[in-house]
């Protein structure tokens, strides 16, 4: 799993002992629309991501695949770029449907959020009233905390957690349009 480069290019080399490590040992379909296995879609995934220091794209630009070249045909070559391609596009898909759920499920959070601070808010407000009190102090405390991570919630999901679904859907889609090869691993 590196990146290399030349001149032009940066490779993401994505290496395997064998081809059936490449693929999902459940997926009866043929071999150039098989899934990956959940290995395969990680190295795969990471070895794009492996750029060397000092370079500025975010990715490598294509992939090679290494597999013995006991177990490699020209129409094996052609059935894994095939797989990798529809693989990554599935992926990317699925990741797009997982973002809308998210956003779904934040803004159900952002309501949720409304119900339970503003009456927190009354109770912090209340409570600031008896300064000097160390059970108004203690109660005051524990509900600024519960609003805290009531807000912060919807945040992660709505922000964060889409941030990195979008990226995750992105680099899918950038490995299902890259270019492949599939070489013998030396």
């Known amino acids: 799993m590196t990146c290399t480069s030349d001149v032009k290019t940066m490779s993401g080399t994505a290496s395997f002992k064998s081809v059936a490590q490449i693929y999902d040992g459940d997926d009866p379909s043929p071999e150039e629309s098989r899934d990956l296995s959940d290995r395969a879609e990680d190295r795969i995934f990471h070895a794009v991501l492996a750029v060397p220091k000092g370079f500025r794209a975010g990715l490598c630009t294509d992939l090679v695949?290494?597999?013995p070249a006991s177990?490699?045909?020209?129409d094996r070559s052609t059935a894994i770029i095939?797989?990798?391609?529809?693989?990554?596009?599935r992926r990317a898909d699925e990741v797009q449907q997982d973002m809308k759920l998210i956003q779904r499920v934040g803004l159900r959070e952002i309501r949720l959020t409304a119900?339970?601070?503003?009456?927190s808010f009354a109770g912090i407000a209340i409570c600031s009233q008896?300064?000097?009190d160390a059970l108004a102090e203690v109660v005051e405390n524990i509900l600024v905390i519960f609003c805290w991570v009531t807000i912060w919630q919807p945040f992660q999901s709505l922000v964060f957690d889409r941030w990195t679904q979008s990226e995750t859907a992105k680099v899918y889609?950038?490995?299902?349009?890259?270019?492949?090869?599939?070489?013998?691993?030396?």
């Not at 095939?82 to 596009?89: C, G, K, Q, T, Y």
């Not at 950038?174 to 270019?179: E, L, Q, T, V, W």
């Open 65 to 67: 695949i290494m597999v």
């Open 130 to 132: 008896f300064k000097g």
């Open 82 to 89: 095939s797989a990798v391609r529809s693989h990554f596009l």
């Open 71 to 74: 177990e490699l045909t020209q």
């Open 115 to 119: 119900a339970v601070c503003i009456p």
């Open 173 to 186: 889609r950038k490995i299902a349009g890259m270019p492949v090869r599939v070489l013998p691993a030396e």
